[in-house]
């Protein structure tokens, strides 16, 4: 119990104190599992609500793909995408293994079966004769699929969630991939297990304290917003 205080000690004084190492690894997180949570909306959200509106053979297949997909281990996401990327793979001439933009897509990969699944749930709680009814009332595509994401809004917004909290708490795909360069591709999940390898208890309790209170602050926004939503 004594570790965890020193822990939570260090951390108060390392966000204090603005040490520039920490503030560095936190925004190369955000970053990192901000645009990777970002692009998996932006893939996940459509595919999700198709996936719910939609009736084709092989549905049952596609949506045990997703759900396992939700529960994919990240290192093995991670050895994928290693395999594609490193210089021997079939992507390795793009260079990007061992980069912010490698980690990028793995975790993107890692977020986006999550973004369907809970966005096919949502979409799947809606009366199933919503779309119909809207367009009866004359409400173009555009504007039918403005408003059904409106009364998803709380499902969708807990997608959102799911998709960060999956990412940003991730280890295993940004070690494999990014290789956790310091300065470069060092997050704060790779750092913890960085500085406990090197027996720095403290340090290591800081970092993981310090991610715990910056997802938390997220999700905060989130749910308030959520919330508001009802």
Do not use: C, H
Request: glycine fraction near 12%; charge should be positive.
């Amino acid at each position: 119990m004594g570790e965890f205080w020193a822990g939570l000690a260090e951390a108060v004084r390392l966000i204090v104190s603005g040490d520039r190492e920490v503030r560095e690894i936190a925004l190369r997180t955000v970053y990192v599992s901000g645009a990777a949570t970002a692009l998996a909306m932006l893939a996940g959200v459509p595919a999700g609500y198709a996936l719910a509106r939609s009736r084709f053979p092989g549905r049952m297949l596609v949506l045990g793909a997703v759900n396992t997909g939700m529960g994919m281990p990240p290192v093995v996401v991670g050895l994928v995408v290693w395999l594609l990327l490193v210089r021997s793979g079939p992507l390795g001439g793009l260079e990007l293994i061992y980069t912010k933009e490698a980690m990028v897509i793995a975790q993107f990969l890692i977020a986006t079966p999550l973004v369907i699944g809970f966005t096919t749930a949502a979409v799947q709680a809606l009366p199933p004769e919503l779309p119909e009814l809207l367009q009866m009332l004359g409400a173009g595509r555009l504007r039918r699929l403005w408003l059904l994401a409106r009364e998803a809004r709380l499902g969708l917004l807990a997608a959102v969630m799911a998709g960060f909290g999956g990412v940003v708490s991730e280890v295993g795909a940004s070690m494999a991939v990014g290789g956790n360069l310091q300065g470069q591709t060092r997050v704060l999940t790779t750092a913890i297990v960085t500085e406990t390898s090197r027996g720095n208890t403290e340090r290591a309790l800081a970092l993981g304290i310090i991610l715990l209170a910056m997802a938390f602050a997220v999700n905060l926004v989130l749910t308030r917003v959520q919330q508001r939503a009802r």
